[in-house]
């Protein structure tokens, strides 16, 4: 082989299909609306979730806690930590629940993951509502790609 030559690969690269959470129209199906339905930006100006972003991003995503090179927590841990009865028994005082006071990205990000979920399921107005009891992983990971999706 000639010096400076290249050679290819025989094997090529896959193209990296886009993630649930890069793609707004799978976004909006996901969580029940169409494409072009108005109701999606409805949805997230309406109290089942603007208050719960706004003090995410005024208490978290603005202070010095939030880094923003690092990768947002991945949906298992949170998960985990939801299910987590200590965990759960902490943010289900008042304070905890509309003033929340955390140290940590997997517990602002856990946090908000629940304020979405139980917003969401138990208003008749919520994108989960309908959604039966069933599969409480499925709702937990379409509101956790909403978040990838909206930060």
């Given at each position: 082989m000639?010096?400076?030559s290249?050679t290819?690969?025989?094997k090529k ?5 886009r993630k ?7 976004i909006?199906?996901s969580?029940?609306y169409s494409?072009t ?5 409805k949805w ?9 972003w706004e003090?995410f991003v ?6 010095d ?12 841990d949170?998960y985990?930590?939801i ?9 289900g005082?008042?304070?905890q629940t509309?003033?929340?006071?955390y140290?940590n990205?997997k517990d602002w990000?856990s946090?908000?993951?629940?304020r979405?979920?139980?917003e ?5 107005e919520?994108?989960f ?5 069933e599969?409480?992983?499925t709702v ?7 978040i990838l999706f909206a930060k």
């Open positions: 000639a010096r400076g290249f290819t690969s025989s690269r896959k193209r990296s299909t649930p959470y890069e793609d707004r129209g799978k909006v199906a969580l029940g494409y339905d108005a109701a999606f930006d997230r100006d309406s109290s089942l979730v603007k208050p719960w003090v005024s208490k978290f995503l603005k202070i806690l939030y880094k923003p090179d690092n990768s947002v927590p991945n949906f298992d949170l985990a930590r299910r987590d009865d200590d965990w759960r028994g902490r943010i005082s008042l304070g509309h003033f929340p006071r140290d990205e990000y946090w908000l993951l629940h979405l979920v139980v969401n399921t138990g208003d008749r919520g994108c509502y309908y959604w039966g009891r599969d409480v992983e937990f990971r379409t509101a956790y790609h909403y």
